[in-house]
């Protein structure tokens, strides 16, 4: 596949907005991410979840899955920026399966509740707030790759957030990937759909290979509130595509 067969025939279509001229859907061109999973306590997640249809995926009889990902969009149709997602894998009305993503597949697509979405550009913040009621806030989200690690450090309002430190693993080819976008606006669940290409992904259950120092700010105390325990997992992608739609369902929550 070459670089741009991903977007090949897919309507893109401008839409003016205010000062900008947007796209939807929107085209990433370049990505690159680190995602970690944590386990945490379900009853912490249910107090955090905006709706009680929103169900955490059960990792354990009383453990769901804390996903934090760090990403770098070198190109995309509203320009370069970076942002952290800080969010809970969820399923709607029905809960899954104990051992879920242990001893059994988990749901496709994924649904992925926006717990906390900072961002480093205003553009990114106005469109995501708007078009689907993206938790987003404008940060401070830096990048350092030093030989065979890349650290993401995410600081807001002068405070230490988090440290994100992930070791450039051996990649491996996988499959386009599906994960939808859930949020809550004015008493309504949104699912919005972030579809990424094909790539080559770096995949491990390692603790060596991955480091997640909290700081001082709320953020960080907010995810000390939730009993995280250790990193379970790290994902590694280097350079990926994706293609993001606008909220295109709701559900009375």
């Known amino acids: 596949m070459s670089g741009n067969d991903f977007f090949q025939e897919i309507e893109h279509t ?22 970690i999973g944590i386990l945490a306590p379900i009853e912490r997640m249910n107090a955090i979840l905006p709706s009680r249809r929103l169900k ?28 952290v997602s800080i969010g809970i894998p969820v ?8 051992f879920t993503g242990i001893l059994r597949r988990m749901p496709e697509p994924m649904m992925i509740y926006c ?15 708007e078009f689907a009621g993206y938790p987003k806030f404008v940060a401070g989200i830096e990048f350092v790759e030093e030989g065979h690690w890349i650290t993401c450090e995410l600081k807001a309002d002068n405070q230490h957030i988090l440290t994100l430190r992930g070791r450039k693993l051996k990649l491996k080819r996988v499959p386009r990937f599906r994960v939808n976008s859930i949020t809550y606006r004015r008493g309504y669940i949104l699912r919005s759909e972030f579809v990424v290409s094909e790539r080559d992904m770096g995949y491990s259950k390692r603790g060596e290979d991955v480091k997640l120092d909290l700081g001082e700010h709320q ?15 790290y994902v590694y992608c280097p350079q990926a595509q994706g293609i993001l739609t606008p909220a295109f369902e709701s559900f009375a929550g």
Request: charged share 20%; net charge neutral; proline share 8%.
């Open 14 to 35: 401008q839409v003016p907005r205010r000062q900008y001229q947007l796209y939807v859907p929107m085209f990433f061109q370049n990505i690159m991410q680190l995602t």
């Open 56 to 83: 955490p995926y059960r990792i354990t009889p009383w453990h769901g899955a804390l996903l934090i990902t760090a990403f770098q969009y070198r190109e995309s149709d509203i320009g370069p920026y970076n942002e």
């Open 91 to 98: 399923t709607l009305d029905k809960e899954t399966p104990i």
């Open 115 to 129: 717990y906390y979405l900072p961002v480093t550009t205003e553009i990114a913040r106005e469109v995501g707030a």
């Open 219 to 233: 953020i960080a105390e907010d995810l000390r509130a939730m009993k995280i325990g250790r990193v379970s997992s």
